[in-house]
Nanobody
Framework: QVQLVESGGGLVQAGGSLKLSCVASVRTFSRYAMAWFRQAPGKEREFVAT????????NIAESVKGRFTISRDNAKDTVFLQMNSLKPEDTAVYYCAADPLNRNSQYGVRYNYWGQGTQVTVSS
């Protein structure tokens, strides 16, 4: 069983930055594609970013491209989401997800494991 624990969320002013972390409790972390999704109140879950097993391939949603960066440290079983130039519309619960088939997909159904989420609130 894979457990994912996110951290790093909080309250930040517009234009500020946050770095989210997600630690996985699995020995084969380096084999998984990892992703970040988010869900704002009253809205559907939205793809944010994904990264392949070795970090060689990433995919960033258009809504955050140029502001958010996804990275991973396989030695620490951790995936990161660096968020810069935050906007109020980035306010959401952010979830990390793991795909053991390494499909690097933007579709949530492709991910078998999910964390509990971390709240990000951007004030105007």
């Amino acid at each position: 069983q894979v457990q994912l624990v996110e951290s790093g969320g909080g309250l930040v002013q517009a234009g500020g930055s946050l770095k989210l972390s997600c630690v996985a409790s699995v020995r084969t972390f380096s084999r998984y594609a990892m992703a970040w999704f988010r869900q704002a109140p009253g809205k559907e879950r939205e793809f944010v970013a994904t990264i392949s097993w070795n970090g060689g391939s990433t995919n960033i949603a258009e809504s955050v491209k140029g502001r958010f960066t996804i990275s991973r440290d396989n030695a620490k079983d951790t995936v990161f989401l660096q968020m810069n130039s935050l906007k109020p519309e980035d306010t959401a619960v952010y979830y990390c997800a793991a795909d053991p088939l390494n499909r690097n997909s933007q579709y949530g159904v492709r991910y078998n494991y999910w964390g509990q989420g971390t709240q990000v609130t951007v004030s105007s």
